[in-house]
């Protein structure tokens, strides 16, 4: 297939136009819904979608918290910071509705569990809480926050010190991804699930 290009300088678009693009072409996009707690005991539950796994040995995962409007920190960074520790929570399509509610900004003395009637439950290793309806979470230590740019764009690198994985979610040693459902971001205020699923069929029988 050929194609023609439409041509964009991040330096001469704007912010939202920058936004777009990335938003648009990078998709679907996994959900690292964080559970944190922090030091008064108050839990915070927020998604996000600039979320990908970056290392396996040791384990590590990163969010990308972005600053809100007025260049302050959003309460899971500040939590994730204060405590050295977050929790991720794999979000599916059963608990999709109450992700988007979670990520309604509310008082920082307030808590999402409460506004969406999701449960936490303690962790093992860490203070913060899991999410009860989640079939996976992985409990993190904070590794490193890279503030990236001139606008100190918060990355936030976790590692996973433990594993919890729902055994209906698994087939053998593989998580089934099937059964699992997950929900991706998509573009705008989209969301997709993971449609079909495929493998190539080699001649030689091997798989690769
Ligand atoms: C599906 C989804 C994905 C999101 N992804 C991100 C993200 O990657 N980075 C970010 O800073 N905010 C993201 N947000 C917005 C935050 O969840 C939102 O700002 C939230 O209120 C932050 O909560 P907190 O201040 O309690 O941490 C996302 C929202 C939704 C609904």
């Known amino acids: 297939m050929s194609h023609s290009y439409l041509e964009f300088d991040p330096e001469k678009i704007e912010r939202h136009e920058i936004y777009r693009l990335l938003t ?28 990908t796994v970056v290392c396996v ?5 990163s969010l990308t918290i972005a600053r809100n409007p007025d260049g302050t920190e959003k309460h899971t960074l500040k939590n ?14 059963d608990i999709w509705k109450e992700m988007v ?17 999701l449960t936490a439950i303690p962790s ?14 992985f409990e993190c230590k904070l590794h490193q926050v890279i503030e990236l740019g001139p ?13 919890h994985v729902d055994p209906e979610c698994m087939n053998g040693s ?16 989209y969301y997709s699930t993971l449609g079909e699923i495929w493998e190539r069929q080699f001649e030689d029988g091997q798989k690769r």
């Open 80 to 93: 994730a910071k204060e405590m050295q520790e977050f929790c991720f929570n794999v979000v599916t399509t």
């Open 24 to 51: 648009g072409a990078v998709v679907p996009r996994p959900i690292g819904w964080a559970s944190t707690i922090n030091s008064k005991g108050v839990t915070n539950l927020a998604p996000f979608s600039f979320f």
């Open 174 to 189: 593989y998580i089934d991804v099937k059964k699992l459902d997950p929900v991706g971001r998509l573009n705008g205020f």
């Open 151 to 163: 606008n100190k764009h918060p990355l936030c690198i976790g590692e996973v010190v433990h594993f």
């Open 124 to 137: 093992v290793k860490i203070k913060s809480p899991r999410v009860k309806e989640a079939p996976i979470h």
């Open 57 to 61: 040995a040791p384990p590590m995962i």
């Open 101 to 117: 509610d979670s990520a309604n900004g509310i008082p920082e003395e307030d808590s999402e569990f409460d506004t969406t009637g």
